[in-house]
């Protein structure tokens, strides 16, 4: 079942480049660095009020934030991410209503999660993903 919201993903073309804003401007504190190696990217992560923003930097032109940003130079919101206790039950939910599925099933996220992206041509617009905390534990923020 859905829980909350756990992360906004956005893209941006250099971490070292944007963490600065994220800390100095907001006064946020970066909680970890991971690179994703099946998701192509490297991350960052800020704590603000129980929900984490995770910076995206693609690390292969061809990753689907390398995609992104050649259609949204600036950067941006890449997606939405909702917290999952059951992620099987919540992708067939999805399915069994209408939503097309860019993963049928789980597959390794950053923070020690299991994701699952929802297409956005069946959810208003937004790229959704559902991420599930593996049963070993571990957060959203590279174990810290």
């Given at each position: 079942?859905?829980?909350?919201?756990?992360?906004?993903?956005?893209?941006?073309?250099?971490?070292?480049?944007?963490?600065?804003?994220?800390?100095?401007?907001?006064?946020?504190?970066?909680?970890?660095?991971?690179?994703?190696?099946?998701?192509?990217?490297?991350?960052?992560?800020?704590?603000?009020?129980?929900?984490?923003?995770?910076?995206?930097?693609?690390?292969?032109?061809?990753?689907?934030?390398?995609?992104?940003?050649?259609?949204?130079?600036?950067?941006?919101?890449?997606?939405?991410?909702?917290?999952?206790?059951?992620?099987?039950?919540?992708?067939?939910?999805?399915?069994?209503?209408?939503?097309?599925?860019?993963?049928?099933?789980?597959?390794?996220?950053?923070?020690?999660k299991t994701i699952a992206f929802l297409h956005p041509k069946s959810t208003m617009g937004v790229l959704t993903e559902f991420?599930?905390?593996?049963?070993?534990?571990?957060?959203?923020?590279?174990?810290?």
């Amino acid at each position: 079942m859905l829980s909350k919201i756990d992360h906004l993903g956005i893209a941006v073309k250099s971490i070292d480049e944007a963490v600065p804003y994220y800390e100095k401007v907001l006064g946020l504190k970066c909680e970890g660095r991971e690179e994703v190696p099946s998701q192509k990217v490297r991350t960052a992560f800020f704590d603000i009020g129980g929900v984490h923003i995770e910076l995206l930097e693609p690390t292969s032109p061809d990753s689907p934030i390398a995609k992104f940003l050649e259609k949204n130079p600036a950067g941006g919101i890449h997606h939405l991410a909702l917290a999952t206790d059951n992620l099987e039950a919540d992708l067939k939910n999805a399915a069994d209503n209408g939503v097309r599925l860019i993963d049928e099933t789980g597959r390794p996220g950053a923070g020690n999660k299991t994701i699952a992206f929802l297409h956005p041509k069946s959810t208003m617009g937004v790229l959704t993903e559902f991420c599930q905390p593996n049963k070993d534990g571990g957060c959203c923020c590279g174990g810290h």
